[in-house]
């Protein structure tokens, strides 16, 4: 720890000597708590975006709040891990609003602990816009964080997810960029930008960050999901049905449909549809809410946007992030959402998600305190 502190004032003070203009804000974690190293762990565990690095990380975190409950930086760590969860659709044994409830709650003790820690507030920014909070509430939480700690690339790509919520495109895809910029070699970053462009129907820009990200991380789904919709959408139905799809089988139906191959693509929607109204899950390491918003997707794509709602409403009935926005807004769902009726229909849906996210975090602020006294 002592090391890590050596290499952190060298660095700090070369960069001084370097850029005069520059002031480097103090930080109030110690390398002496009993809880660092666990929180170390959990941050490296965290980075690889893989469920059971998010699982692995969560204990760890936890294991630095059981040794240090003053610990702020452990409870952002947290929060981000129940965020990203819900993100990558991973199952890790909590509900996605349940997932949600916790990441607020943890996030929001990171400000308590920490009133000048930056990723206690981008934590809580991220968790807050996932879960559709009021934007000027997200919205503060990341020009805090900015003010904190204006280049740390995981504020400007979570920024980028409100800004393409409240409509401000070409913002968000600015913002996904300089988050790459600031750090090229993390699949995050890059998964981050290829999402941007999927939204922004630049499937070119996609389809090659989406192959950057599963070069640096390939042991993550999400970006070969967005890769396969890029290619599906720029008329390339061929090439998506090489990418391994994992637990996306609906994309591949919509791949196949395009080719023409309907008898397979309806039976695999078909077997997906069974499997959810059985109850049972479709894959063991993730949530129903990859096949539900597959198949609101497929629905869509293939001219039945009326009966693609149902299942709308079933993807966000498990998370908040039922339907990614950017995916929304990709050319998937266009029949769907050029229906003024079923685009305001979509629209009250996620104007309810943060009202249930309320009600989680109560729960979860109540079992904190459980556990902290």
């Keep these: 720890m002592r090391a890590v502190e050596e290499i952190s004032d060298e660095v700090g003070q070369a960069l001084l000597d370097r850029v005069p203009t520059l002031s480097l804000r103090g930080s109030s974690r110690s390398t002496v708590s009993p809880g660092y190293v666990s929180y170390l762990a959990g941050n490296r565990l965290l980075n690889t975006r893989t469920r059971d690095g998010l699982i692995r990380a969560i204990d760890a975190f936890k ?8 610990l702020a930086p452990a409870y952002a760590g947290l929060s981000s891990a129940y965020a990203l969860s819900i993100t990558y659709r991973y199952d890790i044994g909590v509900d996605g609003y349940s997932a949600a409830g916790l990441a607020l709650s943890a996030a929001g003790e ?3 602990l920490d009133p000048e820690l930056a990723e206690a507030y981008a934590a809580r920014g991220y968790i807050s816009s996932v879960a559709f909070a ?10 805090r964080a900015l003010e904190l700690q204006p280049n ?5 790509a979570w920024y980028a997810n409100l800004l393409v919520r409240e409509g401000y495109y070409d913002q968000a895809l600015a913002e996904a960029q300089r988050a790459v910029a600031l750090d090229p070699l993390s699949p995050a970053r890059r998964t981050g930008l290829a999402y941007e462009a999927l939204r922004a129907r630049d499937y070119g820009l996609a389809i090659d960050q989406a192959r950057r990200a599963q070069a640096y991380g390939v042991e993550v789904i999400l970006p070969r999901s967005i890769q396969a919709l890029a290619l599906l959408l720029s008329g390339r139905a061929e ?6 799809l994992g637990p996306h089988a609906g994309i591949r139906a919509m791949c196949l449909h395009d080719l023409g191959r309907t008898d397979r693509a309806s039976a695999i929607t078909d077997s997906l549809r069974a499997t959810l109204q059985a109850g049972t899950q ?11 918003g597959d198949l609101a997707a497929y629905l869509a794509w293939t001219g039945s946007p009326d009966r693609a709602l149902p299942w709308v409403h079933r993807a966000y009935s498990l998370s908040p992030s039922g339907i990614d926005p950017r995916v929304l807004e990709s050319g998937v769902f266009g029949q769907l959402l050029a229906n003024d009726q079923m685009r305001r ?18 729960e979860a602020d109540a079992e904190l305190r459980r556990r902290n006294n």
């Design 63 to 70: 294991d630095a709040i059981g040794h240090d409950s003053t």
């Design 110 to 112: 990171a400000v308590r």
């Design 134 to 143: 009021p934007a000027q509430t997200v919205l503060e939480d990341f020009t």
């Design 152 to 156: 740390a690339p995981n504020v400007p």
């Design 239 to 244: 090439e998506c049905l090489e990418v391994d």
């Design 282 to 292: 479709a894959h063991p390491d993730f949530t129903n809410v990859i096949p539900a």
């Design 345 to 362: 229909e979509v629209a009250e849906i996620r104007d309810r998600i943060w009202t249930r996210v309320l009600r989680e975090l109560v």
